[in-house]
């Protein structure tokens, strides 16, 4: 077996390295998500749009993060790009925020959101345990959650073997339920006019807000109002795409990294695009657009109000009755288990180069006896853990999906940067389109990060607070560090 200066084993091949980023992507928003956007947006054209723009938008990151990985694919990835461009400081922020949110909030949620599908087949999952505080309960579903977190790490310490087998099945297991149900729902769908219906007037937009007494008030959206509309909600797709770039964190690992981790970026989201955009052309040619939010009918609460946000739901009951339900979670479960899979195995290595540099717990950059960062696999599940169980997992991936954008900014913004300071370093792949990808990608980002800041001013300025505050962390570990080599 290969093994590189760093004793991590290149176990993992192309297929391998793209069932990590297409596996890391899909998650449960894929079958959520749009309830919210057609609210929001209230046209089948512009939501198809927005979801377009999304997939564009992932897709030209990473093709631009394929020059950055060609040219270091070394443990860390993204964080390695950041301090390659930046210094320590930035990526010691990149880092404390993949830490403390990004990462283990996203694992916290994905594991929740298994326990919760997984208590439809298992009611009892939803018995309270005992109460922390007022507003903080413990039910079997966090149990559960925790405990699904505990074991996918526990098998990811046993060698990357383990975990790109595990991460294949699913990410394949998925992706076949997910064709089944953009065929089945096409097939089904295109033998009723509802698809016709929704494209009527596909370009007249208008949002929707359900208010407390159970009645809707619409609003027409032109021109700004439509723009800041689409910047505001295209955080819900854009959260759906997001961690395709946790493959870059597991490049030790990756054999002939330099053509397999671009390849692998752009095939995986390629193929999550293509996917997503069915999967809502499908939703549409089940469902209406708009509908009754107190309707006991599926198709009559449309996909604006489906049950929950539960689109998908709503869509496999139109498909195979009520037994769609359970065919449903059943592929919900399966689709976050392996979501969490990707994101557990890839995390830890990040953590694992930020200790090298003396950015975190120096026992987090050990390797044990099967060539895996075991110990900071172990600090990822303790934090994932107890998101799951304060229950705010939630508050701060809303929080975090705005700080990601920033740091993906200043990741490509890098390109132009090491360009221009090292341009005689070996470009094995050179970013697509430059620099007017990368740079239209930087424009609609940073457009988009300005709505969030304007019409969603809490929630992004939190996202802020959460990445400032890694500087004092930062000057504070950094002068015991110089104290205790004193």
């Not at 609609?444 to 962390?473: A, E, Q, S």
Request: charged fraction near 10%; proline fraction near 3%.
């Amino acid at each position: 077996m290969e093994t590189n200066e760093k004793g991590f084993k290149k176990e993992l091949n192309l297929i391998n390295a793209t069932s990590i980023v297409a596996g890391s992507m899909i998650g449960s928003g894929i079958f959520i998500v749009t309830s919210a956007m057609s609210r929001d947006l209230g046209s089948s054209g512009w939501l198809l749009f927005t979801w377009f723009l999304t997939g564009l938008l992932t897709m030209s990151a990473a093709l631009s993060y394929g020059e950055l990985a060609g040219m270091m694919p070394n443990a860390g990835g993204q964080y390695v790009y950041i301090q390659r461009a930046y210094g320590k400081l930035v990526s010691f922020l990149y880092g404390w925020t993949v830490f403390t949110v990004i990462q283990t909030g996203v694992i916290a949620a994905v594991a929740v959101a298994f326990a919760n599908y997984t208590s439809v087949f298992i009611p009892k999952l939803e018995t309270q345990l005992f109460s922390l505080t007022e507003t903080t309960v413990i039910t079997y579903k966090q149990v559960m959650a925790i405990a699904s977190v505990i074991l996918l790490t526990y098998i990811n310490t046993k060698g990357v073997q383990n975990g790109k087998k595990l991460q294949l099945l699913f990410t394949v297991a998925k992706l076949f339920a997910l064709f089944a149900l953009i065929v089945l729902g096409l097939y089904v769908g295109l033998q009723t006019d509802v698809l016709s219906q929704n494209f009527e007037s596909p370009w007249n937009a208008f949002k929707t807000v359900l208010n407390e007494d159970g009645t809707t008030t619409v609003t027409q959206l032109t021109g700004l109002a439509l723009t800041a509309a689409i910047g505001t909600t295209i955080i819900n797709s854009l959260f759906s795409s997001d961690a395709w770039n946790n493959v870059t964190f597991i490049a030790a690992e990756i054999k002939d990294p330099k053509r397999n981790i671009p390849r692998s970026l752009f095939l995986g989201t390629t193929i999550v695009t293509v996917i997503y955009l069915l999967a809502n052309l499908a939703y549409l040619a089940l469902l209406p657009m708009g509908g009754d939010p107190e309707s006991a009918s599926v198709i009559d609460k449309g996909i604006m109000f489906a049950s929950e946000d539960r689109v998908g739901a709503a869509a496999a009951n139109i498909i195979l009755g009520n037994v769609g339900v359970f065919v449903m979670a059943g592929l919900i479960m399966i689709s976050t288990f392996g979501c969490n899979s990707g994101l557990i195995l890839a995390g830890g290595r990040l953590f694992y180069a930020m200790s090298k540099d003396g950015l975190f717990f120096k026992q987090a950059g050990e390797l044990n006896q099967h060539n895996v960062p075991a110990k900071a696999l172990w600090f990822q599940c303790i934090w994932a853990s107890v998101l799951c169980i304060s229950g705010k997992y939630g508050d701060l991936l809303t929080y975090a999906t705005f700080a990601s954008l920033l740091f993906y900014i200043l990741t490509i913004y890098g390109i132009f940067i090491l360009r221009k300071k090292e341009p005689n370093t070996e470009r094995p792949y050179k970013a697509f389109g430059y620099p007017i990808i990368p740079a239209l990608y930087i424009l609609v980002t940073l457009l988009i990060c300005v709505t969030l800041l304007i019409y969603d001013t809490k929630n992004t300025g939190l996202g802020l607070v959460i990445v400032l505050l890694g500087i004092p962390v930062y000057y504070i570990s950094q002068s015991g560090l110089k104290s205790k080599n004193e």
